[in-house]
């Protein structure tokens, strides 16, 4: 089996951080979201992985995952972006006559994608369909499930959902649903729709799988939703200190990478701190990663995202549930309120007081 990961878009509603680099490439747990794909990929025995990129993305997602080991990855470009149904399409040539796994490249999962892959081959399906119950499915596709756990109908974005079960980011399929998606047409709104070749493919008699999620699932798509997938990766963290870590007190699961420095600081964890960062005369409190090369001083920071290269010094105020971008500096002088709350793209600066 080969896998697909749709990568080419920018993620708009994860703005302003997304202005400059493609939404997969944020870091979760201080690993871009889409090396967390392709581990849980590697892990369920995929290991010869395209990545569907556009021409604004391919550098930055090529950048993300260098150096990967045990996979191979060929990069395909999609030059317009005209919906899920035709990032797969554009992967034609990758995939051959080979089954196929399809992984969006901006969710996580806590158990990975093995529950699918098995589903797909135990079932002898002609496809597998990742399913999670949501409380509202609109912004969803939609399935119908029968009782045997094969999936009756399927729906993009339904205005009155037929059930709560929605559509997650994995799918599974035989290469044949490829002459399915040549004869789609655009949707609405102008996309070829993966959920109409499945309910085409049901419609022709096929075998559809619907394979719940267990654990979680996040679908990284808005500004809390990275800090909340921050929080699930960060609750699985496996404490480890090969950094520098003096005067200070560490409770809990914190990781110190080689590199890093910690002085006269409290860290309350799960904290993961990447290597050449330095945090001094600093609080650092649970479900916060901070980046590579990262400042940390005389301020207290918890509950946030901070990526490589950020500065925060000086503050006289807590900074809680904050994704600060590349490089982007957030500089205190004086008294202000208690807890502030910021999404900081890459290279801001921030000064509070005067």
């Known amino acids: 089996m080969k896998a697909v990961i749709p990568a080419a878009g920018f993620g708009t509603r994860l703005r302003p951080l997304t202005y400059a680099r493609p939404k997969p490439v944020l870091p979760v747990g201080n690993?871009?979201?889409?090396?967390?794909?392709?581990?849980?990929?590697?892990?369920?025995?995929?290991?010869?992985?395209?990545?569907?990129v556009s021409p604004m993305t391919r550098e930055a997602i090529q950048a993300a995952v260098l150096?990967?080991?045990?996979?191979?990855?060929e990069f395909i470009e999609q030059p317009e972006m005209l919906g899920l149904g035709h990032a797969v399409m554009v992967a034609r040539d990758f995939v051959?006559?080979?089954?196929?796994?399809?992984?969006?490249?901006?969710?996580?999962?806590?158990?990975?994608?093995?529950?699918?892959?098995r589903a797909f081959e135990e079932q002898q399906a002609d496809a597998a369909v990742a399913l999670v119950e949501v409380p509202d499915a609109r912004a969803?596709?939609?399935?119908?499930?029968?009782?045997?756990?094969?999936?009756?109908?399927?729906?993009?974005?339904?205005?009155?959902?037929?059930?709560?079960?929605?559509?997650?980011?994995?799918?599974?399929?035989?290469?044949?649903?490829?002459?399915?998606?040549?004869?789609?047409?655009?949707?609405?709104?102008?996309?070829?729709?993966?959920?109409?070749?499945?309910?085409?493919?049901?419609?022709?008699?096929?075998?559809?799988?619907?394979?719940?999620?267990?654990?979680?699932?996040?679908?990284?798509?808005?500004?809390?939703?990275?800090?909340?997938?921050?929080r699930l990766v960060l609750e699985g963290l496996r404490p480890g200190v090969l950094g520098e870590v003096s005067g200070?007190?560490?409770?809990?699961?914190?990781?110190?990478?080689?590199?890093?420095?910690?002085?006269?600081?409290?860290?309350?964890g799960p904290v993961t701190i990447a290597s050449g960062a330095r945090i001094d005369n600093a609080y650092i409190g649970p479900f916060t990663s901070v980046g590579r090369g990262s400042v940390i001083e005389n301020a207290e920071v918890e509950y946030s995202v901070i990526d490589e290269g950020a500065e925060i010094r000086d503050m006289s105020v807590r900074l809680q549930e904050c994704l600060i971008g590349l490089h982007a500096r957030v500089i205190g002088h004086g008294e202000l309120p208690r807890v502030h709350r910021l999404v900081l793209s890459d290279t801001s600066l921030l000064e509070f007081g005067c």
């Open 248 to 268: 200070s007190r560490l409770t809990g699961r914190v990781v110190v990478e080689p590199g890093a420095v910690v002085r006269n600081s409290v860290i309350m």
């Open 140 to 230: 969803f596709g939609v399935a119908v499930v029968d009782g045997r756990g094969q999936i009756t109908r399927l729906v993009e974005k339904p205005a009155l959902p037929l059930s709560n079960l929605a559509v997650a980011g994995v799918y599974c399929f035989r290469a044949s649903v490829f002459g399915i998606l040549e004869t789609l047409s655009p949707s609405a709104r102008g996309e070829y729709e993966i959920t109409d070749a499945i309910q085409r493919l049901i419609e022709q008699g096929g075998r559809v799988a619907g394979q719940r999620v267990r654990g979680w699932w996040k679908d990284t798509g808005r500004p809390l939703d990275l800090i909340e997938a921050n």
């Open 31 to 52: 690993r871009p979201i889409i090396c967390h794909a392709v581990q849980n990929l590697a892990d369920a025995g995929i290991r010869e992985i395209g990545i569907v």
């Open 67 to 73: 150096g990967l080991e045990g996979v191979c990855i």
């Open 96 to 117: 051959g006559e080979s089954d196929f796994c399809v992984y969006l490249g901006d969710n996580l999962f806590e158990h990975g994608v093995l529950d699918f892959r």
